[in-house]
């Protein structure tokens, strides 16, 4: 089972960005699936998730910062979670890390790296 990160890169302030997050080795849609990200010297901090099926969708620690320029959704029928990154900021230059948890089962990716240019 693997969950495998894509996207990252080096981009200008106010630029975007569009990570993916795709599952193999089994079905995550009935999966909770999230992305994290941290910065360097930062704890690892909850940016956004969505329940199994991708029927909610919610933000996390990093709400206040990322609401309104951050979009997370799910394609079930990729086996895969997207987050969607507009008007970045330097201070959004971090790992990003996808997650999918069920029941006992937890996995996380490998992390891709997003580094935000003044």
């Known amino acids: 089972v693997q969950l495998v990160e894509s996207g990252g890169g080096l981009v200008q302030a106010g630029g975007s960005l569009k990570l993916t997050c795709t599952g193999s080795?089994?079905?995550?849609?009935?999966?909770?699936m999230g992305w994290f990200r941290q910065a360097p010297g930062k704890e690892r901090e909850f940016v956004a998730g969505?329940?199994?099926?991708?029927?909610?969708?919610?933000?996390?620690d990093a709400a206040e910062s990322v609401r309104g320029r951050f979009t997370i959704f799910r394609d079930i029928d990729k086996n895969a979670v997207l987050l969607q990154m507009n008007s970045l900021k330097v201070e959004d230059t971090a790992v990003y890390f996808c997650?999918?948890?069920?029941?006992?089962?937890?996995?996380w990716g490998q992390g891709t790296q997003v580094t935000v240019s003044s």
């Open positions: 080795g089994r079905t995550f849609s009935h999966s909770r």
């Open positions: 969505t329940t199994w099926g991708g029927g909610s969708t919610y933000l996390g």
């Open positions: 997650r999918a948890e069920e029941g006992e089962y937890d996995y």
